[in-house]
């Protein structure tokens, strides 16, 4: 049994297993209806619990389609539906949750609950989201990656914004496989430096520039993310949105870059964060990236569940 907390835990080469289980059982199934079911099934009578104290799109449409296209059934699982919304203990809800289900994803808020939760389950839980880290869209952002501009190692990617949960696991990715990271965040939203630090450590190459000029330089792909949470008060919005102004992916900025392309985790806001022109231009790739969360959820169950591919 094999948790997917965080990309700091995996070993080897996982995530290079990951990617290319993706990219293949995408491959495979090319022309088939959506709700077909793929060719060896391997996840035939498995149950995925998907529990949700967080909004969502792509998580919970990619985690329903991919385990259904794996063969397996899913149940979703919201807190206002359950008794964990109403005080009963994470470690009692892990334990009955393993009773009826053979793996859980949960996407919620402190990144506490996740290990909480892991700790009591007898099941392999996956990180869907927390405020700490975003494990399972990074896999889906690599291997979008390696879909338009070839394989990672030797390549620059820039990320520009915010220092949050995306960046993380990026950073965390950038250990694991090899490609070049260049970080422009203001440094009032910086990256944890202990994540650097532990990345760096491992043999990560993390440049962090000042601007983003400097950090869209010959980058293959800018990256970013929205400014403001739906969570944020009207004068935190304010104060967060003039903070990443300069960090704004424009054409001017992909045009630094070699040949870059455009990846987004959305939900997007044209002219915040992006520009339309970039959003909607021709080397904006964000709705691959979100199609393809589906085939890397698909990877990341197989992985938990000890299946891997071959």
Known sequence: MSHFLDLADLQGDALRQMLDAGAARKAARAGLPKGAVDADAPLAGHVLAMIFEKPSTRTRLSFDLGMRQLGGQTMVLNQSDMQLGRGESISDTAQVISRFADIAMLRTGPHETLSELAAHAQIPVINGLTA??????????????????????????????????????????????????????????????????????KGA???????????????????????????????????????????????????????????????????????????????????DEAENRAHAQKAVLLYCMGKRHD
Not at 137 to 143: K, P, S, T
């Open 132 to 201: 700490h880290s975003h494990p399972c869209q990074i896999v889906a952002d690599l291997m979008t990656f390696e879909e338009h501009k070839g394989r990672l190692s030797g390549q620059r990617l820039a990320w520009l914004g915010d220092g949050n949960n995306v960046a993380v696991s990026f950073v965390q990715a950038a250990a694991l496989v090899d490609f070049e990271l260049a970080l422009a965040v203001p440094k009032s939203f910086a990256v944890p430096p202990a994540e650097i630090e532990a990345a760096r450590a």
């Open 205 to 287: 190459k993390i440049t962090l520039c000042d601007t983003a000029e400097e950090a869209a330089k010959g980058a293959s792909a800018l990256i970013t993310d929205c400014w403001v949470s739906m969570s944020d008060d009207p004068a935190t919005a304010e104060k967060r949105a003039a903070s990443f102004a300069p960090y704004q992916v424009t054409q001017s900025l992909m045009d630094l870059g070699d040949d870059p392309i455009f990846l987004h985790c959305l939900p997007a806001y044209r002219d915040s964060e992006v520009t339309a022109e970039v959003m909607d231009g021709p080397r904006s790739v964000v709705f």
